[in-house]
């Protein structure tokens, strides 16, 4: 059973920076490798967006929001991706999901539970 566990979320303040971890167990390295990672977040009241993904190949695509400010990256012995947010807006609170879609399998897609970020003015 693949899991997705979120953490580094929290309350800090606006200008401050916060690296958000997410490590996937249940899912094997290979798997992994060939998975797209991805941070989505979303507001209250607001639908779930894309903030960045990170490819099997280490390509990156941030956000508008985010770029400029946002790097996502990952580490494939670790199973594990990181999203680390600078300057940071109160529009940027949130809670902060993880993602892992394969690349080969269909329907091989899996969501975290999320981590609160709280950025106050």
């Known amino acids: 059973q693949v899991q997705l566990v979120e953490s580094g979320g929290g309350l800090v303040q606006a200008g401050g920076s916060l690296r958000l971890s997410c490590a996937a167990s249940g899912v094997t390295g290979v798997m992994f490798s060939l998975s797209t990672m991805g941070w989505y977040r979303q507001a209250p009241g607001k639908q779930r967006e894309l903030v960045a993904t990170?490819?099997?190949?280490?390509?990156?695509n941030l956000a508008d929001s985010v770029k400029g400010r946002s790097t996502i990256s990952r580490d494939n012995a670790k199973n594990t991706v990181y999203l680390q947010v600078n300057s940071l807006k109160p529009e940027d609170t949130a809670t902060y999901y993880c993602?892992?879609?394969?690349?080969?399998?269909?329907?091989?897609?899996?969501w975290g539970q999320g981590t609160q970020v709280t950025v106050s003015s």
């Open positions: 990170v490819s099997t190949g280490g390509n990156t």
């Open positions: 993602n892992l879609r394969s690349i080969i399998t269909p329907g091989y897609d899996y």
